[in-house]
């Protein structure tokens, strides 16, 4: 079954250094391939620096997907670690490599849905005019507020006792990533949207990842939303100032 | 200058100076302006309160936390202080201390002291559970620390004080064996506002259940090591003292009662954790005893399970087996099976340094209700079909009980959602079983759980539970246990 996701080398990394190391290099992984692409000459020359908004690459539909779920993996894995070391403890050893990986792939095939959306537009919306930014800005400050953002939270933190044998293990784990993925769009898909409007920007990236990592590690979650809300509105108010001068 | 000294209450006469004391003194604080900080009503809301809006240093208890015995001797010690000041400013005693309630001390200790049953007191709470307040006991399985003080460290989710947890915010899942028992299943035998952390310390015998609390760890302490991690120990909480001067102090100057707080307990330390009736004799079986081939009964090889020979990196806590579904608590006995994976056991004992004894643990993963039942539940592994007391006594591993459920499980709280999780040390219990040929076939344990009801008479449980809460069920979602 676990050939099934994963090569055979990958089985014996997973078994050798535990699940959640793994998963620490591979969102090292993925930060450093974010940060080769934010300072490429071809893109830094056209955009005067790697941290400007601007065009992204095009790579196509599966290339858009692609790159969506490496900046997931960035950006959301910190927060998740939590969760695969949930899965690891609560798995026997013999199955615990393939009880995170099938917690992984659920939580990703969640996080890939509303890349297919997002790739699609990205290329279609003018980014470089300043409306889109400060009114996703904006927008992910509202999305703070509302309900599904501190429910989705709350849902973060849940976890599920995970049967340990059979089909039933692998479905279990497999209905906690999901039900894992489907928290985490409800809470930071907002922000993702942030750095999307910025053009990927590697500053955007890092703040928002900072960001979901105080949201997701709070014990109070209404109080930390509340705050994320005020300073993207401040933000927002920044950027429509700073259009304003720049007329 | 002696210390104070916190006195035994069922040591003391129902009219005796020290009640008396107490009495007035919680008479006058009731009656101050509930917004000043040494008022009845304040000083509970420090601990836990519904009133909106909040006030400064409201809703600040620590519960799941290894923070539970430092923040809550820190509380007990200024309330003390504010108590004094009223006993001597009406003239009582200038040595009042906050008497304890020693459930665990034998006779009629058990059943809540006299005064605390006048109707005409002020120490009287009429939202008691019935039974409480016209003399039932609550039995031993409630009030017996044995399984805290047996716990030889301080951090752990099944140690004495709990598992590591931020210091901010107050429910977590990282209850300690005094934290749950006797604490927590105290809190929910007596019901009433004692059954809820928000109304808890508005019952006047709350501050007696927690001096006894308090001398358990300091019993616990003449033996043992309180943490000394800085995040432990640096960590500083604010109250309010006497005149409501705000004040801190950090848990590394809360350890030694005489010399940092200037009290102590009046009984030298004695330790007595009672050996279950059926095991009277030691014996030195250690894991992975049971699972030798031959104690198991004869059975087809089993197929290579799992990509290779190499388990895995080992955990601190390895998972061996768990139950296949959950267990809903509604008042009755309900057992549920626990399937041992002989491989997994296997491979680990394989790994094992064999110098290092091992540990084996019971988990019940997490436990939910819309709100607390307030039954508690023992719980138990093996229990033959039909038990008799001793067979209770000596297949107890713990209990269940959900004291602060309802903050954890509020959507509209500014607390984490999460769920509870009991781990209980089993080792000793398996090690006998298997002595005494109760667990030869090493892969399966029947865990039971039954509810705990209040004694009539010294010895005699009542015939029903004192409440019966088929529509607020307990559910566990997994019963598992763990290698470590």
Known sequence: MVTAFLPRHGQRLLWRYGPTRVAGVCIAAAWVGLAVQAFQPSWTDQHHGPMLTGHVPDRGVIGGVGWWVVMVVAMMGPAMLGHLHHVAENSLRRRRARAVTLFAAAYLAVWSLPALPVVLLENRVDRDGPVVLVSVVMFAAIWQLLPVTGQGLRDCHRTVALPIIGRVADLAVIQFGRTAGWACVRTCAALMLVTIATGHNLAVMVAVTATILWERMSITPDRTTRHIAVGLSLTGVVLTIGIGIRG | ?484
Request: negative net charge; aromatic residues 10%.
């Open chain 2, 1 to 484: 200058m002696a210390p104070f000294v916190r006195q035994d209450v069922w040591s003391l006469a129902p009219n005796d100076p020290i009640i008396d004391a107490y009495a007035n003194a919680v008479a006058v604080m009731k009656n101050k302006d509930p917004l000043d900080p040494t008022s009845w009503s304040y000083q509970a809301a420090i601990h836990g309160s519904y009133a909106q809006p909040a006030r400064p240093l409201w809703d600040q208890c620590r519960h799941g936390s290894w923070y539970f015995v430092v923040w809550h001797r820190l509380y007990l010690y200024f309330f003390e202080r504010i108590v004094r000041g009223e006993v001597v400013a009406a003239g009582g005693p200038s040595d009042w201390a906050l008497p304890y309630w020693n459930y665990d001390g034998g006779g009629n200790h058990n059943t809540l002291p006299l005064p605390f049953r006048d109707t005409t007191s002020s120490l009287y709470e009429q939202q008691r559970n019935p039974g409480i307040n016209t003399g039932a006991g609550l039995p031993p399985s409630i009030t017996s620390p044995a399984f805290a003080l047996s716990r030889p460290t301080f951090v752990g989710i099944s140690e004495f004080g709990g598992g590591i947890t931020s210091p901010v915010g107050q429910f977590f899942a990282q209850t300690g064996r005094l934290e749950q028992t006797p604490h927590n299943d105290v809190h929910v035998a007596i019901g009433g506002l004692m059954g809820d952390p928000g109304t808890a310390a508005e019952d006047p015998i709350f501050w007696l259940h927690h001096a006894n609390i308090d001398r358990i760890w300091w019993l616990w302490e003449q033996h043992h090591t309180d943490p000394t991690d800085p995040r432990w120990t640096g960590q500083s909480f604010e109250f309010f003292d006497v005149g409501g001067v705000q004040v801190s102090l950090t848990d590394a100057e809360a350890l030694d009662t005489i010399t940092q707080l200037d009290y102590t307990y009046d009984h030298a330390p004695i330790i007595r954790i009672p050996i279950p009736p059926k095991w009277r004799d030691l014996v030195r079986v250690r894991w992975p005893r049971p699972w030798p081939e031959w104690l198991r009964p004869s059975r087809p090889p089993r197929p290579p399970i799992g990509p290779g020979p190499d388990p895995g990196p080992e955990l601190d806590r390895e998972l061996i087996g768990a139950s296949n579904g959950s267990v809903h608590l509604t008042g009755e006995p309900a057992q549920v099976t626990v399937r041992v994976d002989p491989d997994s056991a296997a491979a680990l004992g394989a790994d094992r340094n064999r110098e290092r004894a091992h540990r084996a643990y019971l988990d019940l993963d997490n436990v939910t209700a819309d709100r607390n039942p307030g039954t508690v539940y023992g719980v138990y592994v093996n229990l033959p079909e039909e038990p008799a007391s001793d067979d209770l006594a000596s297949h107890h591993v713990g209990n269940v009980s959900l004291f602060g459920i309802e903050r954890m499980e509020d959507p509209h709280g500014d607390e984490l959602g999460h769920t509870l999780r009991l781990s209980m040390d089993i080792t000793e219990l398996l090690d006998q079983l298997v002595a005494h040929d109760e667990w030869n076939d090493g892969e399966q344990l029947d865990v039971s759980f039954r509810p705990i009801t209040l004694e009539t008479e010294p010895g005699v449980a009542a015939d029903a539970p004192s409440v019966t809460h088929e529509d607020v069920p307990i559910r566990i979602g997994r019963v598992s246990v763990h290698y470590g």
